[in-house]
């Protein structure tokens, strides 16, 4: 849960590398941080048997959350902000939020412009505000606001993690859930992996794949394995046809999303590995979306690739849920490919 409360936008995920860097300690062979601060771990693979071909295996979870940068500071001393991620403005209502300065933290309250509830009309209550609407209210007056906080500041929305029966809630889920599943698959792996393996803690997935395409670039991996969260829309008021996938059913297996479709041959592997070991799994298709896959696969000369996906309620917002067995599966079938 330590990695759901820290707090790391992209290009801003200091904290998180920081805490991972930490946690690798004695697990790899080699580590280094690159130009666009992600964090790239290698673990040395057994020596390949005769007329065998060792591979060069690029697992990769991104550190970043959705979040915003300081755009503007009016002349009252409020916050306006430029959203780093996709955000949908219904989750966002009189949130508390942190603004990260170069000074030290500061509480916030974000909420968008307008009457409160005592004084609006219908159509008031009607409309979702757009994203642009909503402004930081920091408590000091402007003279104080400009003093110690400059454009380009971090801003975070505050929410500490916590079990909720089977599922793990919090913030930031997307994607230090998987960032949690690539730190314990390297505590389990017990020895050498069959092919060299390169897990990487990208950066700046949230506005478009960014620290993935360069880790990709420099890696020059043979087989890529995204990890990422998906959609698990198995909740009232939707379809069973636009679940995509189902809390507690399984790690999915990617097919396809619109960044990506998942190499054939390698998605049969894995399913097949999952067959044989036993593990929970669930075939996705999700219609829109994409992760750290997309950039390994088109990498130089493109690259065999699929993502496994986490299945996750309430994407995209401080709520963000997790399967506890969900998780255990993705480990599971991780380390049966690697082992």
Do not use: C
């Not at 500061?106 to 009457?115: A, C, E, I, Q, S």
């Not at 930031?172 to 949690?180: C, N, P």
């Not at 390698?266 to 036993?278: K, P, S, T, Y």
């Amino acid at each position: 849960m330590t990695l759901s409360n820290l707090n790391g936008v992209p290009g801003r995920e200091d904290a998180v590398r920081e805490y991972v860097q930490q946690q690798l300690g004695g697990l790899v062979d080699d580590l280094r941080v690159d130009a666009l601060g992600n964090l790239i771990a290698f673990r040395a693979g057994r020596d390949a048997p005769n007329g065998k071909v060792k591979e060069r295996v690029m697992l990769s979870a991104h550190m970043d959350e959705i979040g915003f940068l300081v755009r503007y500071i009016d002349e009252r001393g409020f916050l306006r902000l430029q959203p780093l991620g996709g955000f949908d403005p219904r989750n966002l209502f009189a949130r508390n939020v942190t603004v990260q300065t170069r000074g030290g933290t500061l509480p916030g309250v974000l909420t968008p412009g307008g009457r409160p509830i005592h004084i609006s009309n219908p159509e008031d209550r009607s409309k979702v505000p757009e994203l642009r609407a909503f402004f930081v209210d920091l408590g000091l007056d402007a003279a104080a606001v400009r003093q110690q906080v400059r454009v380009g500041d971090m801003v975070t929305l505050d929410q500490q993690a916590r079990r909720m029966g089977d599922l793990v809630v919090g913030k930031a889920l997307d994607d230090r859930a998987s960032v949690f599943m690539q730190l314990e698959v390297l505590r389990q792996l017990t020895g050498p992996p069959r092919h060299d393996l390169y897990a990487v803690f990208s950066t700046q997935e949230e506005v478009g794949l960014r620290g993935a395409v360069t880790a990709a670039y420099s890696v020059q991996p043979t087989i890529g394995i995204g990890l990422d969260v998906t959609l698990a829309v198995d909740t009232p008021g939707v379809e069973a046809d636009e679940a995509v996938t189902r809390m507690g059913e399984g790690i999915g297996i990617k097919v396809y999303d619109s960044s990506m479709i998942s190499t054939r041959w390698l998605v049969d592997e894995f399913v097949d590995l999952a067959e044989q070991a036993g593990v929970a799994y669930q075939l996705e298709v999700l219609s829109q979306g994409g992760t750290d896959g997309a950039a390994i696969q088109g990498s130089r000369s493109g690259v065999p690739t699929l993502t496994l996906s986490l299945p996750t309620r309430y994407i995209h917002s401080v709520t963000e849920a997790v399967h506890v067995s969900d998780l255990e599966a993705g480990v599971a079938l991780l380390l049966a490919y690697l082992k």
